[in-house]
């Protein structure tokens, strides 16, 4: 496996693809304003992926197989380090939604100390959960094993049955977990799936589809005049997180209209790295979603400009 330089822990142990050009959509009032570049292409979209990985999450909400983001995860799930590690018994949903759990450990062969890592000053302490917001990648991998135990079933098969097949998406989008990351779930082999591309895996994905599952945040959660995600759910997604205001349960927000002036503060967007987002403006009928975009700021504020 190739390995990423200058990083900790920097083995590659799931699947990659080469990128292709930049390409997306705007839409705008639910028509197709402008589109460029391949939007069927299926290209890596690494961080975004928590966005999809959250509304996992809100689907077990809506289903009631969790009962609240408050609840902390050992209450609901049989993992050894929710429960044999004190610091981790305490962790909530909510931190771990909010990447703020400060989750300790191992998981598929990195340990959370990449996640604490600066390559300036080394690694930090771990801190209490909900102390501190970290972007992370071992312990979304955490808490993507952990939904995996509540659904008892693949979480690409969740996202697929309940959101992606009922909204129209193609069937090139795959959502892959490591090499290592198989587990034995009620004596069948399932993968846990990562949630974004640091060390391969994650959702591939092409534009459209993207912009299919964007758009139904747009209409807050319905489709075709069937609610498939709950306004409740989205609402409590799009809730400023305390130590980290711009960022909610894997959406960034545009709380306080930082970083987009022109845009609403109820705006919220998924992003991964490369250039990869959907961003969502409810209040405008606008939903943007750009694939290797460097200037993610300046093509925004050149909508908005367009739009007056």
């Known amino acids: 496996?190739?390995?990423?330089?200058?990083?900790?822990?920097?083995?590659?142990?799931g699947p990659i693809k080469p990128r292709g050009g930049a390409s997306g959509l705007i839409i705008r009032h639910g028509y197709i304003i402008a589109e460029w570049g391949d939007t069927?292409?299926?290209?890596?979209?690494?961080s975004a992926t928590k966005s999809y990985l959250s509304t996992v999450?809100?689907?077990?909400?809506?289903?009631?197989l969790l009962r609240s983001p408050g609840d902390t995860v050992s209450h609901d799930v049989?993992?050894?380090?929710?429960?044999?590690?004190?610091?981790?018994?305490?962790?909530?949903?909510?931190?771990?939604l909010n990447q703020t759990s400060e989750w300790q450990g191992t998981l598929w062969s990195k340990p959370d100390s990449a996640d604490r890592y600066n390559p300036r000053t080394g690694r930090r302490p771990v801190r209490a959960p909900g102390?501190?917001?970290?972007?992370?990648?071992v312990r979304v991998n955490v808490f993507a094993l952990a939904l995996l135990h509540v659904w008892r079933e693949p979480l690409p098969r969740v996202l697929k049955q309940r959101i992606m097949d009922p909204?129209?998406?193609?069937?090139?989008?795959?959502?892959?977990?490591?090499?290592?990351?198989?587990?034995d779930i009620d004596g069948l082999k399932m993968q846990s799936v990562s949630g974004g591309g640091h060390w391969g895996g994650g959702m591939q994905i092409s534009a459209l589809d993207h912009a299919r599952f964007g758009y139904l945040f747009l209409r807050n959660g319905k489709w075709n005049g069937k609610q498939l995600i709950s306004e409740k759910w989205i609402s409590q997604a799009t809730v400023p997180t305390d130590v980290r205001p711009d960022y909610g349960y894997m959406w960034w927000l545009n709380t306080n209209r930082t970083p987009?002036?022109?845009?609403?503060?109820?705006a919220f967007w998924a992003a991964g790295n490369g250039g990869n987002y959907i961003f969502v403006d409810r209040?405008?009928?606008?939903l943007v979603v750009l694939r290797w975009t460097r200037d993610f700021n300046g093509v925004i504020d050149r909508i908005y400009a367009a739009l007056r």
């Open 283 to 286: 209040q405008n009928d606008l």
């Open 167 to 183: 909204i129209g998406a193609s069937t090139t989008w795959r959502w892959y977990g490591y090499d290592n990351s198989w587990v």
């Open 57 to 64: 999450a809100g689907l077990a909400f809506d289903a009631g």
């Open 260 to 266: 987009h002036k022109a845009a609403p503060a109820s």
């Open 131 to 137: 102390s501190t917001w970290t972007y992370n990648d």
């Open 78 to 96: 049989a993992i050894d380090e929710f429960h044999t590690i004190p610091h981790n018994t305490r962790i909530t949903w909510h931190q771990l």
């Open 1 to 13: 496996m190739r390995a990423i330089a200058n990083e900790p822990f920097n083995e590659i142990i």
């Open 40 to 46: 069927r292409r299926v290209d890596m979209t690494f």
